[in-house]
């Protein structure tokens, strides 16, 4: 079984940054697509972006795009997501993910294992 703990969240002012990470163990971590969701209260958990096993191979949602980074450092069994220029509706519960390699999908049924979530909030 492979665990996800994200870690890194809190309040930050519109414009500003904050770097997520998710650290994994229990399985080969480098084994593993990942990728990041997001949940903001009200509303379905959306893709962000992911990340292929071997890190060179990225994917973002347009509302991202320039703005956010994924990276993984299969040394250290973790990845991130390096949040910039933050905006008031970037307010949400990111949960890190990740299934087997060859999927990369944006799709919450992509992904067999998650992560309980780390609180972002922006404000304006």
């Known amino acids: 079984q492979l665990q996800l703990v994200e870690s890194g969240g809190g309040l930050v002012q519109a414009g500003g940054s904050l770097r997520l990470s998710c650290a994994a163990s229990?399985?080969?971590?480098?084994?593993?697509?990942m990728a990041w969701f997001r949940q903001a209260p009200g509303k379905e958990r959306e893709f962000v972006g992911a990340?292929?096993?071997?890190?060179?191979?990225?994917y973002y949602t347009d509302s991202v795009k320039g703005r956010f980074t994924i990276s993984r450092d299969n040394a250290k069994n973790t990845v991130y997501l390096q949040m910039n220029i933050l905006k008031p509706e970037d307010t949400a519960v990111y949960y890190c993910?990740?299934?087997?390699?060859?999927?990369?999908?944006?799709?919450?049924?992509?992904?067999?294992?998650w992560g309980h979530g780390t609180q972002v909030t922006v404000s304006s």
């Open positions: 993910a990740a299934d087997w390699y060859g999927s990369t999908g944006s799709s919450i049924s992509d992904y067999a294992y």
């Open positions: 229990g399985r080969t971590f480098s084994n593993y697509d």
């Open positions: 990340i292929s096993w071997t890190g060179r191979s990225t």
